[in-house]
């Protein structure tokens, strides 16, 4: 399926409808392969001992799979996570953003399947894995 969403689109979505949370968020790529998107990480994001917490890892892997669905679908606000399961396999590099890779394994009419990977800004190991399922809302 081909992307109904770019990248300008996607941002512009997450201002217009998640307004709470859009400044944390950069859409990097949107492309058929996926979404890239980065937690801007501040104070915030980090939990003792100078990390990024597991809180703000999962939030960016949902957002990251919800752009990816939405790339794809186009806006619809109501598709919600079902479904994830989350690894958290190394500390993220401290001081670096954080880099979701987004892919969809099966976009169906009702449920979404896919796999997001998070990296630490210039590593190539991930530093979680996500696989996540989304709801689709009847259209």
């Keep these: 399926m081909a992307l109904v969403m770019d990248r300008g689109a996607l941002a512009a ?3 217009s409808d ?3 949370v859009a400044g944390e968020f950069t859409v990097e790529r949107a492309e058929e392969a996926g979404v890239t998107l980065r ?3 501040a104070e915030r994001h980090l939990r003792p001992g ?3 917490s597991g809180p703000a890892m999962f ?3 949902d957002v990251a799979m919800y752009l990816a669905i939405l790339s794809r679908i186009g806006p619809v606000a109501l598709a919600v996570t079902t479904n994830c399961s989350i690894d958290f396999m190394r500390k993220p590099v401290a001081g670096r953003d ?3 890779e987004a892919r969809l394994l099966k976009l169906g009419r009702v449920l979404a399947v896919g796999d997001v990977l998070l990296f630490s800004e210039g590593s190539a190991e991930p530093v979680a894995r996500a696989g ?3 709801s689709i809302p009847p259209r």
Excluded: D, K
Aim: proline share 0%; no cysteine.
């Design 18 to 20: 998640f307004g709470q």
């Design 98 to 100: 954080v880099l979701a």
């Design 39 to 41: 937690l801007r990480v």
């Design 132 to 134: 996540m399922t989304y």
């Design 59 to 61: 939030g960016l892997a």
């Design 13 to 15: 979505f997450l201002e």
């Design 50 to 52: 100078g990390t990024v």
